[in-house]
């Protein structure tokens, strides 16, 4: 079965630093990869996915995570970040194989807090 | 496009009384999941259908919740009897297909407080 490991609970970063989330799974294959937000009060929103091809995928709100096989990880980082972009990530799986369907299985998720 | 619709928002019951969450999908998807969140579990799928029939349920904890889908566009999460450790955030979400990369599109979540 596979499992998703996010090291970080709580991640605090001043606006207009660099921001790296980690993510690291388990799974006997390379699986399908997402990066969700969850602002407050909300569902969760995609920001990006890996699917196959490119390692790094560009997501919206100028998001952009690497797949690295090796390390099993798919971090997730932004140059510069905005006050707005505080909130809570998740990375997810997604198995390969027909039978499991689009099954998605969450890390625990890291909060970002945002300094002025 | 409306998004994923859940009612209620917030829910607050007393032990032992009948709560029933509410569903609409995107129009259109045909694959429709029910997530549970709490601190400490995280993020649970408890059951997921396809084109309205059940195909896993092996996430919903006992026997005192179940879920229907009676035809494309509702879903119904239910809890019967309800407990205080059944308080969460419960999340619907939908996709068009089930394959393993396509996107699940979540509502806004119903947050369940029992008393």
């Known amino acids: 079965a596979q499992s998703v490991t996010q090291p970080d609970i709580h991640i605090t970063v001043s606006e207009g630093a660099s921001l790296e989330l980690r993510c690291n799974y388990s799974y006997g294959a390379t699986p399908y990869l997402f990066w969700y937000v969850q602002s407050p009060g909300q569902g969760l929103q995609l920001l990006l996915k890996y699917f196959s091809g490119d390692t790094l995928v560009q997501g919206i709100k100028g998001f952009e995570a690497e797949f690295k096989r090796s390390q099993s990880s798919f971090n997730l980082r932004k140059p510069s970040v905005h006050w707005s972009d505080a909130a809570e990530y998740f990375c997810a799986v997604g198995a390969r194989w027909e039978a499991a369907g689009n099954k998605l299985t969450f890390g625990g998720g890291t909060r970002v807090l945002v300094k002025p | 496009d409306a998004g994923v619709i859940q009612s209620p928002r917030h829910e607050v019951t007393e032990m032992g009384q009948e709560v029933t969450l509410r569903c609409k999908p995107i129009?259109?998807?045909?694959?429709l999941f029910w997530y549970r969140q709490t601190m400490m579990r995280g993020l649970e799928l408890l059951i997921y259908f396809n084109n309205n029939v059940p195909i896993d349920d092996s996430g919903m904890p006992e026997d005192r919740f179940s879920a229907k889908m009676p035809n494309a566009s509702f879903s119904t999460l239910k809890i019967q009897p309800s407990e205080p450790r059944d308080s969460a955030v419960y999340f619907c979400a939908s996709s068009l297909g089930g394959r393993g990369d396509e996107t699940q599109y979540f509502g806004p979540g119903t947050r369940l407080l029992v008393l």
């Open positions: 129009s259109g998807h045909d694959y």
